[in-house]
């Protein structure tokens, strides 16, 4: 049987899709926590010296969407064919997209900015690429017959939106207000009963 | 027969790593080049209002890599198992990474910013990315066989490096000194005899 290891920091970050992969498939696999702390002891590890890693009975694969994508083609939730799979990959690195553009306001929100520098942030460059990426994943849902964003069900970029926009409506409650296509995500992964999904408030 | 069209601009860009895979597996499609000009006329036709776009029998794939890498599965230049495939993808997300992060100085050199202010954004941004960007491509050449990225032998990360690292020597040829591990992969694309490689001066 194949000995899957886990490498992240004690938070969902960008490992917890992986994660919801190993729960929702009931695969056994050890979840390395590494606190910051420890961390510099462990980057030399790293093929990339950052983290997540997954070691595949000790093959060590770097970045987030290459191990979850692995991950989900092993165990079913990549997308059912190989143009389906394609277009879960092209829904992932528009999501990338959008999380480079936004994260200066990220970046400033963690470092706790003044008010004012944040709400310029929020205005001039979160707003902008978020209501971008609902309108395409507004005509992804439109378009798909499942209640997911391709038609065959959930797949690996489902649980990063998923993961993501839960932490953004932790801060904003509104965030997905008048946006009930994708609200309808949540709802149905909350059906698959597996544990702890980010989307207790939504 | 599948019908492919690749929607892009007139241009190698984000567009290029998956000519070349058309060209190395002889597969006839449409390389359909819209101008900038005309390119107002087509946005709201792209499923992200950005090329490039891979039409497949007139389904819409877009972001460059997910259409680099469900051509690369069709013609076998993805990685030889779904272990090589996931390094693949890895290095695929780390050299993305690396170009967000060199983005600055990309855009200011094309926008001929001040000689003062690119050589600024040479120094502080751009050497540093490329730089830890040598040293993990070369960590991978070191325990390749193949002459390539990854063991079993050419992939379309290979592409998109050499591509890259082509452009960057016709602006700068010093590029590659001192990375004869680099150039290799140079030398044995070129030995692939198929069209137009981005490697002429190298």
Same mark, same amino acid.
């Given at each position: 049987?194949?000995?899957?290891?886990?490498?992240?920091?004690?938070?969902?970050?960008?490992?917890?899709?992986?994660?919801?992969?190993?729960?929702?498939?009931?695969?056994?696999?050890?979840?390395?926590?590494?606190?910051?702390?420890?961390?510099?002891?462990?980057?030399?590890?790293?093929?990339?010296?950052?983290?997540?890693?997954?070691?595949?009975?000790?093959?060590?694969?770097?970045?987030?969407?290459?191990?979850?994508?692995?991950?989900?083609?092993?165990?079913?939730?990549?997308?059912?064919?190989?143009?389906?799979?394609?277009?879960?990959?092209?829904?992932?690195?528009?999501?990338?997209?959008?999380?480079?553009?936004?994260?200066?306001?990220?970046?400033?929100?963690?470092?706790?900015?003044?008010?004012?520098?944040?709400?310029?942030?929020?205005? !001039?460059?979160?707003?902008?690429?978020?209501?971008? #990426?609902? /309108?395409?994943?507004?005509?992804?849902? =439109? +378009?798909? &017959?499942?209640?997911?964003?391709?038609?065959?069900?959930?797949?690996?970029?489902?649980?990063?939106?998923?993961?993501?926009?839960?932490?953004?409506?932790?801060? !904003?409650?509104?965030?997905?207000?008048?946006?009930? #296509?994708? /609200?309808?995500?949540?709802?149905?992964? =909350? +059906?698959? &009963?597996?544990?702890?999904?980010?989307?207790?408030?939504?």
């Amino acid at each position: 049987m194949v000995h899957y290891k886990l490498y992240y920091f004690d938070v969902r970050g960008w490992a917890e899709i992986s994660r919801q992969l190993f729960a929702l498939s009931k695969t056994p696999y050890e979840d390395i926590q590494i606190t910051h702390e420890d961390w510099p002891n462990h980057k030399q590890e790293m093929p990339f010296e950052k983290m997540p890693v997954l070691s595949v009975d000790g093959v060590m694969i770097p970045q987030s969407f290459a191990i979850a994508r692995y991950l989900a083609r092993q165990f079913g939730y990549a997308g059912k064919s190989p143009l389906e799979e394609a277009m879960v990959d092209a829904l992932g690195d528009q999501v990338k997209d959008y999380f480079n553009e936004a994260y200066p306001y990220f970046i400033a929100s963690h470092q706790q900015k003044p008010a004012e520098e944040l709400e310029k942030l929020k205005n !001039e460059v979160f707003l902008p690429a978020r209501d971008l #990426l609902f /309108r395409y994943l507004e005509n992804f849902l =439109k +378009k798909s &017959k499942s209640g997911y964003l391709v038609d065959s069900g959930l797949t690996w970029i489902d649980l990063f939106v998923v993961d993501h926009l839960g932490t953004l409506c932790g801060f !904003e409650p509104s965030t997905l207000d008048g946006h009930e #296509l994708v /609200r309808v995500i949540f709802h149905n992964i =909350k +059906k698959e &009963k597996y544990h702890g999904v980010n989307c207790v408030n939504v």
